[in-house]
């Protein structure tokens, strides 16, 4: 088991900056990727960026490129997204998730198999 607790969310004016955590505890080890998603009421859940646990390799929603940067402290198990330029169409609760399965491109939320409870980021325009 893992568990995955966010942190970080808040209010924010469009064209500001916020960066959400993911603390990470449990059985980390065996984490072969972690990502983050959105969602807003009525809508899927929507893949934003992932981060490989071991490579480092990133890869982002085509829609934050340039504005937002995944990144890890394994030493802290700790997931963490920097979001720059915000818009208020990010606006969103922000998940966290853990994959512990081998798997090319996990940007579906079927590829993981822990998360967070969610943390809200809302953009005022």
């Known amino acids: 088991q893992e568990q995955l607790v966010e942190s970080g969310g808040g209010l924010v004016q469009a064209g500001g900056s916020l960066r959400l955590s993911c603390a990470a505890s449990?059985?980390?080890?065996?984490?072969?990727?972690m990502g983050w998603f959105r969602q807003v009421p009525g809508k899927e859940r929507e893949f934003v960026a992932h981060i490989d646990w071991s490579s480092n390799r990133r890869y982002y929603a085509d829609f934050v490129k340039g504005r937002f940067t995944i990144s890890t402290d394994n030493a802290k198990n700790t997931l963490y997204l920097q979001m720059k330029s915000l818009k208020s169409e990010d606006t969103a609760v922000y998940y966290c998730?853990?994959?512990?399965?081998?798997?090319?491109?996990?940007?579906?939320?079927?590829?993981?198999?822990?998360w967070g409870q969610g943390t809200q980021v809302t953009v005022s325009s």
């Open positions: 998730a853990a994959g512990q399965r081998a798997m090319s491109l996990p940007t579906t939320p079927a590829a993981y198999d822990y």
């Open positions: 449990g059985r980390t080890s065996s984490n072969y990727y």
